[in-house]
């Protein structure tokens, strides 16, 4: 399963408020996940099953979508959110990542 | 606290192998598979396959299918990657990862420079 992330790069001003696109090639359901990889780091998950939160991530990051179309929300962005960002499927076997939306400083 | 604590960086030549190891603390190992992603500098994230560690059964994605290795030692709770007659195309920072679907944790990754 193919995903495509758009746009590659967004350029935003702090504070406001952005959505990413993440498109499958075919249906997963809401087997979607969101990653946040700052340079030299580790990605951390931010976003599970397309809208599930997880403990320790900020409330102004938000997911939602389903079938081929998610969307990542972040809801007046902060200065560390500037990173890439990576959605991930797991409706089936291979996993796959998409190719990742580049968020940096207008 | 959970982590995967993996070894340090490797210098090689094309031809020679080497083994990355990832060892996991916090948890019950055999409880969790482990899994493998690379990303070649400035790249994206590319999904290598995983582990099962109660029975060390490798499974890996299409294009790792030739000179890489997934394997374990339970007893210590470490997972190894080798990585047979190395190209220049594997230099990447390989990270171990815990998670059957989606990554909760991640390794620091291991920077593997291929180069003559």
């Known amino acids: 399963i193919m995903l495509t992330q758009s746009p590659a790069t967004l350029s935003v001003t702090p504070g406001e408020s952005i959505s990413l696109s993440c498109r499958a090639s075919q249906s997963i359901s809401t087997n979607l996940h969101w990653y946040q990889q700052k340079p030299n780091e580790s990605p951390r998950v931010l976003i599970k099953y397309a809208s599930q939160s997880i403990s320790g991530i900020p409330s102004r990051f938000s997911g939602s979508g389903s079938g081929t179309d998610f969307t990542l929300n972040i809801n007046r962005v902060e200065p560390e959110d500037f990173s890439v960002y990576y959605c991930q499927q797991s409706n089936s076997w291979p996993l796959t990542f998409g190719s990742g939306t580049k968020l940096e400083i207008k | 606290q959970i982590q995967l604590v993996q070894s340090g960086p490797e210098l090689k030549k094309p031809g020679e192998s080497l083994k990355i190891s990832c060892k996991a603390s916090?948890?019950?190992?055999?409880?969790?598979?482990m899994q493998w992603v690379k990303q070649a500098p400035g790249k994206g994230l590319q999904y290598m396959g995983w582990i099962n560690t109660q029975t060390g059964k490798p499974t890996y994605a299409d294009d790792f299918k030739e000179r890489f290795v997934f394997s374990l030692e339970t007893s210590a709770s470490t997972a190894y990657l080798q990585i047979n007659n190395l190209k220049n195309e594997d230099t990447a920072t390989y990270f171990c990862v815990m998670g059957a679907h989606y990554f909760d944790y991640w390794g620091q990754g291991v920077m593997v420079t291929v180069s003559s």
């Open positions: 916090g948890y019950t190992f055999t409880d969790y598979a």
